[in-house]
């Protein structure tokens, strides 16, 4: 399998645009779901527990997102389901895989004791359900859009009318 590497690089844009969009967006789910949870948070401050734990926790989530979008770029058009399907389906598949760590998270994380927990939370799963459907919706379309396969050259026209109106003598049939 050959890689594609501005396609690749175009799929990280694409992942990193999409995480960012998550990340901004967080501050807003919250109170719908009514679970202080916090990506960048649970990410910045299994690193650092300082004041710089909110930049380091968005440059790592920038980082996944990208690293998850350059190699959706590999395989998104192999998927046999609709583009505009693609991004989520990979999105929730992420969520659903990467879910049962959180087990691992409320016991081992170092910041554990400032974060909520979220192993059987319910309204955690669905807030992280919707992150990961945001993320796959902007990342797939982005990507979609980033890596369109380039328009068709135009097909040299070839006049098979003369100028005189009666047609090239090298397109007449012979009747027989």
């Not at 399907?85 to 400032?114: S, Y």
């Amino acid at each position: 399998m050959v890689i594609d590497r501005d396609k690749t690089i175009r799929g990280a844009v694409a992942g990193a645009v999409a995480a960012g969009v998550w990340a901004a967006q967080q501050p807003l789910d919250k109170p719908l779901f009514g679970v202080d949870y916090d990506d960048c948070e649970l990410l910045g401050k299994l690193v650092t527990r300082g004041r710089a734990w909110p930049a380091v926790g968005l440059a790592l989530h920038l980082g996944n997102g990208a690293l998850l979008g350059a190699a959706y770029a590999g395989v998104a058009a192999r998927m046999p389901v609709p583009s505009w399907a693609r991004g989520p389906i990979v999105g929730l598949a992420e969520h659903l895989a990467t879910w049962p760590l959180t087990v691992v998270v409320d016991r081992f994380h170092p910041a554990r004791g400032d974060m909520p927990r979220l192993a059987g939370s319910g309204r955690a799963f669905a807030q992280a359900t919707w992150r990961h459907l945001l993320f796959g919706v902007v990342m797939g379309e982005l990507e979609r859009r980033l890596n369109a396969p380039p328009d068709p050259e135009p097909v040299a026209y070839e006049h098979v009318v003369s100028t005189n109106g009666h047609g090239k003598l090298e397109h007449m049939v012979a009747g027989g």
